[in-house]
């Protein structure tokens, strides 16, 4: 007989049991990479092994730290995600017989279409011009952050029929807010596909992230590149430090009141110059610092005793995720040092498959990030203007992979003889 479902909706995460929340989101995460470089290599084999079958399952790695029940609690505590902000949390749960969470999804009520980086600002402005209303809009994503993981998160034990109840789930929401459809942004492929099967719109964009193919220490990652791209990279890394600039990378209990004070600053310069307001408050910053500080890699550049510049990274069990930077001193290549070059040496130093150093950015292709596929999904309520994205989306589809095959060929490491 199929299990019995109930859904719920959660105006706030804190209201969700942390422990029920986490064996949703990381069913998987048992074991964390090895921390001592010694010990990664000597297991890269194996550790190999297992990133193939999991890239071959395309059901997300084994920790992500953005579906984290103190991840998503931080952002609400902290103010960066509410209703003022635009984002009013409304996470959709499927509850067992037992009133156990057998799935969840992390969705929020939104009334804009900001801090999403997968732009729908082109069919709010149709739905307008049409005079009807696009927002509030459902958007099923961990704020903030472009990064695939699973959005469609099931508990062990339970299967598609729990999926099935979190996608019928998401659909009652949307009609009882009244909106005009649900974005699923940055899913796994295996959920997209999922969605894809259930109507949803499917849509498909480009990052660029490092691949560890194994590297022992940096310089292994150099001797794959071309001689050219292996010099300026070089040459980048000098001059980046030629002002007498230091380099720390900070994680755990070594990251103080001091490095946040610092790093926040520079966040919010950067903002404030690219989108107007930053959307993170310093009481995140605060919140994941005294929740999460084992999964944080700081990296801080100090010149004359100040601190002048910073990265955060999050730390998953297989790859390093490159999030928020920012500077108040300008120096040629700093950017490229302290947000690309660190994290590669890190995630060589720790074993780790991969670097995802966010959205955009082709200037990454030169220095060692090539391009890989990210995924979105779409339910549009409106028949005829579903109708209308769809056509766009078959179109945008064919443009994208057109555009990753040109990417790959740009890559600069060696070519095959």
Known sequence: M?????????????????AEWDACANPDARSRVASDRATAVAAAPALFDAIEEAAARDDGERFNPFLTHAFLKALETSKSVSPAAGWSSAHVLVKDANGRLAAAAPTYLKSHS???????????????????????????????????????????????????????????CR?????????????????????????????????????????????????????????????????????????????????????????????????????????LTRAFFESIGAAMADDILLVMAKRAGRYIAGAINFLGKDALYGRNWGAIEDHPFLHFEVCYYQAIAFAISRGLSRVEAGAQGEHKLARGYGPVATYSAHEIADPRFARAIDDYLKRERLQSEMTLADYAEQTPFKKAP
């Open 2 to 18: 199929p299990q019995p479902y109930k859904v719920e909706i959660a105006t706030s995460i804190a209201r969700i049991d942390a």
């Open 114 to 172: 900001m801090g999403e980086y997968v732009f729908d600002f082109g069919w709010a402005d149709a739905y307008q011009r049409a005079g009807l209303d696009y927002y509030p809009k459902l958007q099923v994503a961990a704020p903030f952050t472009p990064v695939t993981g699973r959005r469609l998160l099931l508990s062990p034990g339970h299967g598609e029929a729990a999926r099935h109840a979190l996608i019928a789930g998401l659909r009652a």
């Open 175 to 279: 009609e009882a807010v009244g909106a005009s459809s649900i974005h699923v942004t940055f899913p796994t492929k295996a959920d997209w596909e999922a969605l894809g099967s259930e109507g949803f719109l499917q849509r498909t964009g480009q990052q660029f992230h490092f691949i560890n193919k194994g590297y022992a220490t940096f310089d292994d990652f150099l001797n794959d590149l071309a001689s050219r791209k292996r010099k300026m990279i070089r040459r980048e890394r000098k001059e980046a430090l030629a002002a007498g600039v230091e380099i720390e990378c900070l994680t755990g209990s070594d990251i103080k009141d001091e490095h946040w004070d610092a790093f926040f600053l520079f966040y919010t310069d950067t903002g404030a110059r690219k989108w107007g307001t930053p959307y």
